[in-house]
């Protein structure tokens, strides 16, 4: 069983059109991430949520919006996608809204916008 | 906030040559945790260890072994006796107990172990 899983694994689409990535994990864990990385591989926290309450909020556009109907899952929705958009987006999970557990990672969403 | 330097960028050793990866972090929190993760060629993130930062022991798995010295701020990974399978990007992450706060990656080091 995957802990955590992320749905699609690769998403290519043009310019302006809006996409969601989808994930879900099985641990019981309370809090839930999204992280982008780009071509450097620096990885930059984008949101986090604790129990459905969002707690981190980082300077992201505001065509990223996240969603979480309940602690096992986190969406990320972005609307009108920009060339600048395309990395691989990350989710993470955690036990606890601080960091003494570490993170399980998913396997990662490509995104690539042409 | 934490901020963590992972000086260097890239790493290219032969097999079976040691190989330490530097990292130095900055943090206000008395208490906090410190990670490193790896990420190999196909992409997934991988947990490789915790320390809590009142736990000054070095500690060994295998061929990896970790030296956290607090007075310099700095958390190394060494890999005795290199391996293909050991080329990855490495991460270090400071990690705070306050909540409403994220793991900060380092840029990362890339290690090329050729044969």
């Known amino acids: 069983d995957t802990a955590v899983s992320q749905t699609p694994k690769y998403l290519v689409t043009q310019m302006g059109n809006d996409k969601s990535i989808k994930c879900e994990q099985n641990?019981?864990?309370?809090?839930m991430y999204w992280y982008k990385q780009d071509s450097k591989k620096f990885l930059k926290i984008m949101f986090s949520?604790?129990?459905?309450?969002?707690?981190i909020n980082e300077t992201v556009p505001n065509r990223f919006s996240p969603k979480s109907p309940d602690k096992a899952h986190l969406n990320l929705h972005i609307n009108s996608l920009e060339l600048g958009d395309s990395a691989v987006y990350f989710c993470?999970?955690?036990?606890?809204?601080?960091?003494?557990?570490?993170?399980?990672f998913g396997s990662g969403t490509r995104l690539t916008v042409v | 906030a934490q901020k963590v330097t992972q000086a260097q960028t890239e790493i290219s050793v032969v097999e079976k040559e040691d190989v330490t990866l530097d990292c130095v972090y900055e943090?206000?929190?008395?208490?906090?945790?410190l990670f490193w993760y790896k990420q190999p060629p196909s992409g997934e993130l991988v947990f490789l260890i915790r320390?809590?930062?009142?736990?000054?022991q070095n500690e060994i798995s295998g061929r990896y072994s970790w030296n956290f010295q607090k007075s310099t701020s700095s958390f190394n990974f060494t890999i005795t006796a290199s391996q293909v399978v050991d080329s990855a990007v490495y991460f270090c992450?400071?990690?705070?107990?306050?909540?409403?706060?994220?793991?900060?990656f380092g840029k990362g080091t890339t290690l090329s172990v050729s044969s």
């Open positions: 993470a999970s955690s036990q606890g809204a601080g960091q003494g557990h570490g993170y399980t």
């Open positions: 641990l019981g864990h309370d809090t």
């Open positions: 949520y604790n129990n459905k309450e969002l707690i």
């Open positions: 943090t206000r929190d008395t208490t906090y945790y």
């Open positions: 320390r809590n930062s009142f736990d000054e």
């Open positions: 992450a400071p990690g705070s107990c306050q909540a409403g706060t994220a793991l900060i």
